[in-house]
């Protein structure tokens, strides 16, 4: 399983990025995929989740109304877009797949909002 994570940047607040995950080495279409990040000195938390056909989703209270988790299967690859971003987003962006009753991560993708 590899998972790997790109899209992230400097940003302004009140800026946009988006953010993609390519999955290999499983059948992407069959799994939940999730989104987390992590600053330093605090524990990794959930932004967003997506069911295996993207008909259901879900949003930290934090991110609700201004982010938007999807997918799309025939790539293989989970996306999150971000709007209206603010400094307390900087983070260490991660996707992560359950397989096998085993968590898989990405390497991480640097996002920083900052005049």
């Known amino acids: 399983v590899q998972l790997v994570e790109s899209g992230g940047g400097l940003v302004q607040p009140g800026g946009s990025l988006r953010l993609s995950c390519v999955g290999s080495?499983?059948?992407?279409?069959?799994?939940?995929m999730s989104w987390y990040r992590q600053v330093p000195g605090k524990e990794r938390e959930l932004v967003a989740g997506?069911?295996?056909?993207?008909?259901?989703?879900n949003y930290a209270d934090s991110v609700k109304g201004r982010f938007t988790i999807s997918r799309g299967n025939a790539r293989n690859t989970v996306y999150l877009q971000m709007k209206a971003l603010k400094p307390e987003d900087t983070a260490v962006y991660y996707c992560k797949v359950r397989s096998s009753s085993s968590d898989y991560w990405g390497q991480g993708t640097q996002v920083t909002v900052s005049s």
């Open positions: 997506i069911d295996s056909a993207g008909g259901s989703t």
């Open positions: 080495g499983f059948t992407f279409s069959w799994y939940v």
